[in-house]
């Protein structure tokens, strides 16, 4: 007995030790990037545009990236919702057949296991068709460059579908039988019992799926690097309002923390700390914002907050 | 309160009910402050406090400090007080009016797969009258309640054969959501949608049309079906609160109000008590009696006391077989079959 319990000891002892130093870890990028971050951030960054200059005082701040950083979240997003909400749902409430579900399954894991660099650039070789070269900017010779916030967006709906696919999925199958049996017994079809019954029920899942995706797309950085053109600036293509900014190339402050790094040009190193605190933050955020619908979501497991769905 | 109705009923002769009551179906209350000193049928309204019997009993020994407390185990001693068990016999017609035939089942068999659960049961089902099933386990009367409203079609290795008719319509003709606004199901779980109270009764209400009715048109008959099912001055202050904070007795009446809002014919219940508590049980047994009015009850039980309480026909199946169908008393007080006499007097099951 006396063996077993120093093992256990032992284990016990193993296992604070990684605990504390993930907490370790976490705490140190945080601080240091708190640190690097905050000395040179001032409001005023986060309101003015970048500009092109050779010094980092007159080098502007990263509004553009910001804009361009929403934008790619709720154009991801946007593709990204139905499709994973219509697999999730199919999985689970048909499946039928079963290989088709298991296919359907595994491409999902697929998607998610393939690295972000190789959808960008298979996004790339797609979005360079001519048949799509109305989604993008034109190089100037008429060549389909391939490149706008349509095309990163597109690729951006395959980073976030995972997530959110999962969270749906795992939402509906917790769903218990005796309540889709309850709405059938009501003479309600399955459409009806999907779109008012299920949905609603899974809408805190949902939620994190969403958070999860966006947070996944705020954070990636080289499907900005091959897709969005590269522009520091949001550079509008065309003049149909709205369109033109979706067809144009911008950054997202990803692209702008390398392109300001040493790594890229490297001539605003202090703007790229101080761009990397809040994307670190927005980022940050978003997981604390998922922690607190999950834990909403255990606090009222059984007692879920009642939805008007007049 | 709508107990008044089904006395005021002119085809009920209350003081005849009290013959009806069996040993073991009557008063239980043994001690002496509970017996009631007057005939149980006058007793009308379920939280009417009866002259001289206190609510709570508290008797001579609960009040010396050095004693503990006796406790009786008297049912009604909740703030709400319900009819004790004795007097539930006052919402019960002497026996059903005969109303007329709503559901009639021809040789109907289901399998499931290889194995066979229901075998070829011929029965007949009366609006005003409430059928019970009953059965030891695994005998077929889940599955064959669950086959009247065709949702045994949602287990894809289920098969059944026979006919079924609803008012004379086949039920395999009609479209199963019209069926089964028709032909209403009460589950064993109370199994309420995770929405406010109003909206799990107006969910039922709604059509899967484009054009949906606003709250303003479904208000009166959701608040009609959370009367009928006697829940209604219980929630009337929070139909917006959520369904699922209501304790299980209540989340098993909005159950039933959800089932009865849209008005059907018949109410299929698959042991719609076992999930309860007795005062809860006793609330739902009474509700069931005065639904059978307007409707045709099939109730699934394994209580053999509770099919005896609530039910005018009772259908005793054993192992997928209908082996008797006859009215209460004679099921339980004579019945034909060898099977029958040993399940009711529990020599097995």
Same mark, same amino acid.
């Given at each position: 007995?006396?063996?077993?319990?120093?093992r256990?000891?032992?284990?016990l002892a193993g296992?604070?030790?990684?605990?504390?130093?993930?907490?370790?870890?976490?705490?140190a990028i945080?601080?240091y990037?708190?640190?690097?971050?905050v000395?040179?951030?001032?409001?005023?960054?986060?309101?003015e545009?970048?500009?092109?200059?050779q010094s980092?005082?007159?080098s502007g701040?990263?509004?553009?990236?910001?804009?361009g950083?929403?934008?790619?979240?709720?154009i991801?997003?946007?593709?990204?919702?139905?499709?994973a909400l219509?697999a999730a749902?199919w999985?689970?409430?048909?499946?039928r057949?079963s290989?088709?579900?298991r296919?359907v399954e595994?491409?999902i894991?697929?998607?998610?296991?393939?690295?972000?660099?190789v959808?960008a650039?298979?996004g790339l070789a797609?979005?360079q068709?001519? =048949? +799509?070269?109305?989604?993008s900017?034109?190089a100037?010779? @008429?060549?389909v460059?391939g490149r #706008?916030? $349509?095309?990163?967006g597109?690729?951006?709906?395959l980073?976030a579908?995972?997530p959110l696919?999962?969270?749906t999925?795992?939402?509906?199958?917790?769903?218990?039988?005796?309540?889709r049996?309850?709405a059938?017994?009501l003479?309600k079809?399955?459409?009806?019992t999907?779109r008012r019954? =299920? +949905?609603?029920?899974?809408?805190?899942d949902?939620?994190? @799926?969403?958070?999860?995706?966006? #947070?996944? $797309?705020i954070?990636?950085?080289?499907?900005?690097?091959?897709?969005?053109g590269?522009?520091?600036?949001?550079?509008?293509?065309?003049s149909?309002?709205?369109?033109?900014?979706?067809?144009?190339?911008?950054?997202?402050?990803?692209?702008?923390?390398?392109?300001?790094?040493?790594?890229g040009e490297g001539?605003?190193p202090?703007?790229?700390?101080?761009a990397?605190?809040?994307?670190l933050?927005f980022?940050l955020g978003?997981?604390?914002l998922?922690?607190f619908i999950g834990?909403?979501?255990?606090s009222?497991?059984?007692?879920?907050v009642g939805?008007?769905i007049v | 309160?709508s107990?008044d109705?089904?006395?005021?009923?002119p085809?009920?002769?209350?003081?005849?009910?009290?013959?009806?009551?069996?040993?073991?179906?009557?008063c239980?209350?043994t001690?002496?402050?509970?017996?009631h000193?007057?005939p149980?049928?006058?007793w009308t309204?379920a939280d009417?406090?009866?002259p001289g019997?206190?609510?709570t009993?508290?008797?001579?020994i609960?009040?010396?400090?050095?004693?503990?407390?006796?406790?009786?185990?008297?049912?009604?001693?909740?703030?709400?007080?319900?009819?004790?068990?004795?007097e539930?016999?006052a919402v019960?017609?002497?026996?059903?009016?005969?109303?007329?035939?709503?559901?009639?089942l021809?040789?109907?068999?289901?399998s499931y797969g290889q194995?066979?659960?229901?075998?070829?049961?011929?029965?007949?089902?009366?609006q005003g009258?409430?059928?019970?099933?009953?059965g030891?386990s695994?005998?077929?009367?889940?599955?064959?309640?669950?086959?009247?409203?065709?949702?045994?079609?949602l287990?894809?290795?289920?098969a059944?054969n026979?006919r079924i008719?609803?008012d004379?319509e086949?039920v395999?003709?009609?479209?199963?959501?019209?069926?089964r606004?028709?032909?209403?199901m009460?589950f064993q779980?109370?199994n309420p949608?995770?929405?406010?109270?109003?909206?799990n009764?107006?969910?039922?209400?709604r059509e899967?049309?484009?054009?949906r009715p606003g709250?303003r048109?479904?208000?009166p008959?959701?608040?009609?079906a959370?009367?009928?099912?006697g829940?209604?001055?219980?929630?009337r202050?929070?139909?917006d609160?959520?369904a699922?904070?209501?304790?299980?007795?209540q989340?098993q009446?909005?159950?039933?109000?959800?089932?009865i809002a849209?008005r059907p014919e018949?109410?299929l219940?698959?042991?719609?008590c076992?999930a309860?508590?007795?005062?809860?049980t006793?609330t739902?047994?009474?509700?069931?009696g005065?639904l059978?009015?307007?409707?045709a009850v099939?109730i699934?039980?394994?209580?053999?006391?509770?099919?005896?309480?609530?039910?005018?026909?009772?259908?005793?199946?054993y192992?997928?077989d209908?082996v008797?169908?006859g009215?209460?008393?004679q099921v339980?007080g004579?019945?034909?079959?060898?099977?029958?006499?040993?399940?009711?007097?529990?020599?097995?099951?």
């Amino acid at each position: 007995m006396r063996t077993w319990r120093w093992r256990d000891r032992l284990v016990l002892a193993g296992a604070w030790i990684a605990g504390l130093g993930l907490c370790t870890i976490a705490a140190a990028i945080v601080l240091y990037m708190g640190y690097r971050g905050v000395q040179y951030l001032r409001p005023g960054l986060i309101f003015e545009s970048p500009q092109v200059s050779q010094s980092q005082a007159g080098s502007g701040g990263f509004l553009d990236p910001l804009e361009g950083t929403a934008l790619l979240a709720l154009i991801g997003i946007t593709i990204a919702l139905p499709l994973a909400l219509c697999a999730a749902v199919w999985i689970v409430e048909y499946g039928r057949p079963s290989w088709l579900a298991r296919v359907v399954e595994s491409s999902i894991e697929v998607v998610a296991g393939t690295p972000d660099i190789v959808i960008a650039i298979f996004g790339l070789a797609i979005f360079q068709m001519s =048949l +799509l070269a109305p989604f993008s900017v034109r190089a100037s010779g @008429g060549g389909v460059f391939g490149r #706008s916030f $349509i095309a990163a967006g597109a690729m951006m709906s395959l980073i976030a579908l995972p997530p959110l696919f999962v969270a749906t999925r795992n939402g509906l199958q917790s769903t218990p039988v005796h309540m889709r049996e309850a709405a059938f017994a009501l003479g309600k079809t399955r459409i009806a019992t999907i779109r008012r019954v =299920l +949905l609603p029920g899974v809408r805190s899942d949902i939620a994190t @799926g969403v958070t999860l995706g966006v #947070s996944r $797309i705020i954070g990636d950085t080289a499907i900005i690097l091959l897709l969005l053109g590269g522009t520091a600036r949001l550079e509008p293509q065309g003049s149909v309002p709205i369109f033109n900014l979706l067809r144009g190339t911008g950054s997202t402050l990803t692209s702008y923390v390398y392109g300001n790094s040493p790594a890229g040009e490297g001539l605003a190193p202090q703007k790229a700390y101080a761009a990397a605190v809040v994307l670190l933050a927005f980022v940050l955020g978003l997981n604390l914002l998922v922690d607190f619908i999950g834990r909403r979501q255990a606090s009222a497991s059984g007692l879920a907050v009642g939805s008007a769905i007049v | 309160m709508s107990f008044d109705k089904t006395l005021l009923n002119p085809k009920r002769t209350p003081l005849a009910e009290s013959s009806w009551v069996t040993p073991d179906s009557g008063c239980r209350h043994t001690n002496g402050a509970e017996q009631h000193p007057l005939p149980n049928a006058f007793w009308t309204h379920a939280d009417e406090q009866r002259p001289g019997v206190p609510s709570t009993a508290p008797g001579p020994i609960a009040t010396e400090p050095n004693v503990p407390p006796v406790r009786t185990i008297v049912l009604d001693r909740t703030p709400t007080p319900v009819r004790p068990v004795g007097e539930r016999v006052a919402v019960r017609p002497v026996h059903s009016p005969g109303g007329p035939e709503r559901l009639r089942l021809e040789e109907v068999s289901i399998s499931y797969g290889q194995k066979h659960a229901v075998k070829s049961v011929s029965l007949s089902i009366h609006q005003g009258e409430v059928l019970a099933l009953i059965g030891p386990s695994g005998c077929g009367k889940t599955s064959l309640l669950r086959t009247l409203n065709r949702l045994t079609e949602l287990t894809p290795s289920a098969a059944r054969n026979g006919r079924i008719l609803l008012d004379g319509e086949d039920v395999d003709e009609l479209e199963d959501t019209k069926l089964r606004a028709r032909v209403a199901m009460v589950f064993q779980q109370p199994n309420p949608f995770p929405m406010s109270i109003f909206d799990n009764v107006a969910f039922a209400l709604r059509e899967q049309s484009r054009k949906r009715p606003g709250r303003r048109e479904l208000q009166p008959l959701v608040i009609d079906a959370l009367e009928r099912a006697g829940l209604y001055e219980e929630v009337r202050e929070d139909l917006d609160g959520p369904a699922l904070r209501l304790s299980g007795g209540q989340q098993q009446r909005l159950c039933i109000a959800r089932a009865i809002a849209p008005r059907p014919e018949v109410l299929l219940m698959d042991e719609p008590c076992s999930a309860l508590d007795p005062i809860s049980t006793n609330t739902i047994e009474q509700l069931i009696g005065e639904l059978r009015r307007e409707l045709a009850v099939v109730i699934v039980t394994h209580n053999l006391a509770q099919a005896r309480r609530v039910a005018d026909k009772v259908a005793f199946m054993y192992l997928g077989d209908l082996v008797e169908y006859g009215t209460t008393e004679q099921v339980f007080g004579e019945p034909r079959a060898t099977r029958t006499r040993d399940y009711v007097r529990g020599t097995f099951g």
